[in-house]
């Protein structure tokens, strides 16, 4: 019986040893952690000013994101705006409205674009894209906020072309990187470096260019020509672009 209370007093040996350490170090121990407890100390006392300011930092994180947005229209607006002064006199029946790049067609072909822009902005299909006063493509998908746009080096889109050297009207087909004009006949006197217009329905006393004659070969067609074209515009330069509609 004995013996187990020995070994009893034993094991709370330690445990006495330590508060009789801790009561007697008591105020060393509290400088030592002094450090430590205050800054804990302060936040807890200080919580309800810290989650105050918490929320107002999350409110002025939305707003300024709620500003961007802001900012971001108001800048599609005054482009729209200088779009509508520069093309006014030849657009008089078109609808014209800015869209922001938002994607590339990332297979390195270019034969498509994705712009800021959709039903909800009016937006309608076959609408003409240009930048740059260059021809860029067609819109060919809406979508609520978005579009996707055919560009010259897709082989899904076509346009009525026209040749200032011939005085003609031609079909343009898009490729990459090389286009084709159709029904070239065998005696119009096209040449490299000769100039292709495109001619957009609704404008008037202009023409956007598209690209130059890269190369004319005699086929097999016995009244046609082969004539590739290379399109001026670089789509992957572009960040805004205008759309042209018909209202």
């Known amino acids: 019986m004995w013996r187990i209370r020995g070994k009893s007093l034993l094991k709370l040996l330690p445990l006495l040893l330590s508060l009789l350490i801790y009561f007697k170090f008591y105020d060393r121990v509290l400088n030592l952690l002094h450090p430590i407890n205050y800054p804990l100390n302060y936040v807890s006392s200080k919580k309800d000013e810290f989650f105050r300011f918490l929320g107002s930092s999350l409110e002025g994180i939305w707003e300024i994101r709620t500003l961007r947005e802001e900012v971001k229209k108001l800048r599609l607006e005054r482009d729209e705006l200088r779009a509508y002064k520069s093309f006014e006199k030849f657009c008089k029946n078109l609808s014209l409205r800015v869209g922001v790049v938002l994607d590339y067609d990332r297979s390195g072909y270019d034969r498509f674009l994705l712009i800021y822009g959709g039903r909800e902005e009016g937006i309608r299909k076959n609408s003409v894209v240009v930048a740059d006063g260059l021809i860029l493509g067609k819109v060919k998908e809406v979508f609520k906020n978005f579009s996707k746009v055919y560009t010259v080096y897709n082989d899904r889109l076509t346009f009525l072309a026209y040749s200032p050297k011939t005085k003609k009207i031609y ?19 096209l040449k490299r470096g000769d100039e292709i217009l495109i ?49």
Request: charged share 35%; hydrophobic share 40%; proline share 7%.
């Open 171 to 189: 079909i343009y087909k898009g490729g990459f990187p090389l286009g084709r004009l159709l029904y070239v006949g065998k005696d119009d006197n």
């Open 199 to 247: 001619r957009v329905k609704g404008v008037r006393l202009r023409e956007f260019p598209l690209g130059k004659v890269e190369e004319v070969k005699e086929g097999d067609d016995p009244f046609f020509k082969e004539v590739l074209i290379r399109p001026l515009i670089d789509v992957r330069k572009q960040e805004r672009v205008l759309i042209l509609s018909l209202p």
